[in-house]
């Protein structure tokens, strides 16, 4: 009440007084006007009596002149008419002017002085009145004063009925625009705070919440409301889930309990990771400088851990605000909603990204290290790129951890392969662990690399090296075994060169699925159906959807996917109006002319098939080729009666887990290529040859033609194992493994951990 009393009073005096201040100015306007009028009239008049009398007063014809002034005596408004002699003396004048005017008035008596015409306004014992005193002449000398005077007094009548009428004018705006008012504000602001409150009732209380109000001019406020919601959900969500697991002896990790696990392993020390992506980045967008976070299983497994220890985050700058946010030292904290760590960014020229991003790494390691047979092109050039950027990295992580005492550093990928040797060498203190995200090949196809030996001995640096699964960290001993002098430990996996250790490991990365904790992370989203979502893509009748979500990538092996649905069309027919595969791929690297080609050749193979087989509304594939978000691909996943993950050659390939773990109807197959690494843990999974054609088309009608109970009973086992294997436990292994490791400054017996549980 006592806000909208105030509000009240604020319209009130606020809009009186803009209304008095346009009205003062109308009512002044006006009141000008009219005695412009009045000027103007008396004027016109004056010259026309002048121009009759000046003949009579030169003739001295006094009886006529006063028969002319007396003409005027009953006009409207004018008041009286008097001739003065040019000394003064009054010639002729209109009955009872001696009761109106003085007898010299000072507008007269200028105009004698100074012979020039006058005009005033004058205030008389009978009223206010309006002079005009015109000289008269003959032969250019003056020989009079005409005066005349109107009667003023209706100007000041008509101005004072012209402020009632106005005061009342704006009495009675006032009143409608402040009704007016009140009831807009009761309607867009009283509700909506009064839904607000009752929806942050409900989620504080536990109730199912009521749906939160449409955002309209509350927009900042509701987002800040849905953050806050979504935080406490999840929070809430993370104590039962813990709670539960504390009651059935289960061992699944969650994001609460691998920050506590990371706060107790680090001891106060703070964690620093290296990546070339970074976890948040800003661009100009419609509304300002815009942050996102990309959809990266790396970013999730990584965020808990440096939110849990204040760490810092090193990763190139890549956004066009980026240099807009950081500060004077190129930081700037991040989450933005709720600053918990600090990112890093380093710049690099375009020269220096091209050489060592699209060039040694993308055009060099990454397809040595995927057997995908394309041929890595290695460059002088590339070589020196490489090499100077993981250089700029190590100053830039040095300089980062120069004040802390036993570091611990998390390098990420073979973007930096050079980089854990560097940076061991200058604080030998320093825990530093690298993952390899990627494969790692046989020692024969690794040796193709000229700079194989500089690769190795860089790795070697680090205390850890994590892989996916154990047979790239095979491959890794093997490789080392061939190119360089060391000893390799194969009883527990570590190779010891110059004296340093370094263990050799498989850490699986996954995805989080975490039960009513992982549904408050991704939040509510609205279910859509399979016809909607094939609708929206021009396709109609459809009963079967599959679905492919990739970078295109010769290593995902797109073109073999779309040449098996070919292969499934020819062998079912009766499936052909009723079954469309999405596949949503996203470009990539386009400046390096393999991507390039590929992306035209994906969609040449799509458009191929598609003439083939479709028809007015319907085709078999439909080929979405743009940046999605999660929130974006997860209606699909969920909407999906197969998902393909035909890759050539892979690491993980997190792409299956997301898939299983959108899942909740426990629905939907999977058909996984056995170059995976995730087919190592998804056995539930159609595991097939992606160069195998046929088997491609028959594990598709396989797929659809499963029985409910055995769909059903298979994706339950793979949610197990993604809920058992997820990200926080790989987080939580990494780093234990890790912080277990004896450094040249710690004396202490090396301890190697047992995976966490």
Not at 394 to 404: G, K, P, Q, W
Not at 542 to 560: H, N, Q, S
Not at 620 to 629: A, C, E, G, T, Y
Request: net charge neutral.
């Amino acid at each position: 009440m006592r806000l909208t009393a105030r509000l009240s009073l604020s319209l009130i005096f606020a809009v009186a007084a803009v209304s008095l201040a346009f009205e003062v100015y109308q009512t002044r306007a006006q009141s000008q006007g009219m005695k412009r009028d009045l000027d103007r009239h008396a004027w016109m008049l004056a010259e026309s009596l002048g121009r009759a009398a000046e003949p009579l007063v030169m003739n001295h014809s006094y009886g006529e002149l006063q028969r002319l002034v007396e003409r005027f005596k009953d006009r409207e408004t004018v008041a009286g008419v008097v001739v003065y002699s040019a000394d003064g003396t009054p010639l002729a004048a209109t009955p009872g002017m001696d009761s109106l005017i003085e007898p010299n008035p000072p507008a007269v008596a200028e105009a004698i002085r100074k012979g020039w015409a006058r005009s005033a306004y004058i205030r008389s014992p009978s009223g206010p009145l309006h002079i005009v005193a015109l000289p008269l002449r003959s032969g250019g000398s003056a020989i009079g004063i005409l005066a005349i005077l109107h009667d003023t007094s209706y100007i000041e009548s008509r101005t004072t009925a012209l402020w009632k009428r106005e005061l009342e004018g704006v009495a009675v705006q006032t009143i409608v625009i402040v009704a007016i008012v009140l009831l807009s504000v009761r309607l867009s602001i009283g509700r909506p705070i009064l839904h607000m409150t009752q929806w942050l009732r409900d989620l504080r209380t536990g109730a199912a919440p009521s749906a939160l109000p449409p955002p309209g001019d509350f927009e900042p406020l509701a987002k800040e409301a849905t953050k806050l919601a979504s935080s406490l959900t999840a929070a809430r969500a993370a104590a039962e889930e813990e709670a539960r697991l504390r009651n059935s002896a289960e061992s699944t990790w969650t994001n609460e309990r691998l920050r506590v696990f990371v706060e107790g392993r680090l001891g106060g020390t703070r964690l620093f990771a290296v990546s070339n992506r970074e976890p948040y980045e800003h661009r100009h967008g419609k509304s300002g400088i815009e942050s996102t976070m990309p959809a990266s299983g790396l970013v999730t497994g990584l965020e808990p851990i440096l939110r849990a220890c204040d760490g810092v985050w090193v990763a190139q700058g890549t956004g066009d605000a980026d240099r807009e946010t950081v500060d004077a030292h190129d930081h700037v904290r991040v989450p933005p909603d709720s600053p918990q760590y600090t990112l890093r960014r380093v710049w690099l020229t375009p020269e220096e990204e091209r050489g060592f991003y699209y060039g040694f790494a993308n055009e060099g390691i990454w397809p040595l290290c995927h057997i995908a047979h394309t041929r890595p092109i290695f460059r002088g050039d590339d070589w020196q790129r490489y090499q100077q950027v993981n250089l700029r990295f190590a100053n830039v992580l040095l300089d980062e951890i120069a004040s802390e005492l036993n570091p611990v550093v998390l390098v990420q990928d073979y973007h930096f392969a050079l980089l854990p040797a560097m940076i061991k060498e200058r604080r030998p203190d320093a825990r530093v662990a690298i993952f390899w995200h990627i494969p790692w090949p046989n020692p024969e196809a690794f040796g193709i690399c000229p700079w194989q030996r500089q690769l190795l001995e860089g790795l070697l640096g680090a205390d850890l090296i994590g892989f996916h699964i154990q047979a790239h960290c095979n491959n890794f001993l093997e490789t080392v075994d061939a190119a360089l002098e060391a000893r390799t430990e194969w009883e527990r996996f570590a190779v010891t060169r110059g004296g340093h250790l370094t263990l050799v490991r498989p850490f699986p990365i996954s995805v989080a699925l975490n039960g009513k904790e992982h549904a408050a992370e991704l939040g509510e989203l609205p279910h859509i159906e399979r016809g909607e979502l094939l609708a929206a893509q021009g396709v109609r009748g459809t009963a079967f959807m599959g679905v492919g979500v990739d970078r295109i990538d010769y290593t995902k092996g797109i073109p073999e996917r779309f040449r098996g649905i070919e292969a499934f069309l020819e062998m079912c027919p009766s499936y052909r109006g009723r079954f469309t595969f999405v596949q949503i791929g996203s470009p990539s690297r386009t400046e390096i002319e393999r991507y390039h080609d590929l992306i035209e050749d994906v969609e040449q193979e799509a458009d191929r098939i598609n003439r083939r087989f479709q028809t007015s509304d319907w085709r078999p594939i439909v080929l979405l080729k743009r940046q999605h978000s999660h929130q974006e691909i997860l209606p699909y996943y969920r909407a999906a009666d197969l998902c393909m993950v035909t890759s050539l050659h892979d690491g993980m390939n997190l792409v299956a887990k997301e898939f299983v773990a959108s899942r909740e109807d426990d629905q939907g197959v999977l058909i996984l290529s056995r170059f995976t690494g995730a087919c190592h843990e998804l056995s539930d999974a159609l595991v097939v040859n992606p160069y195998d054609t046929g088997a491609l088309a028959a594990s598709i009608r396989r797929a659809l033609e499963m029985p409910p109970q055995q769909r059903a009973a298979r994706m339950r086992r793979m949610r197990e194992v993604v809920r058992e294997r997820n990200i926080y436990r790989w987080a939580a292994n990494l780093i234990g493994e890790l912080c277990a490791v004896r450094t040249e400054n710690d004396q202490s017996p090396l301890r190697i951990p047992a995976e966490v549980g």
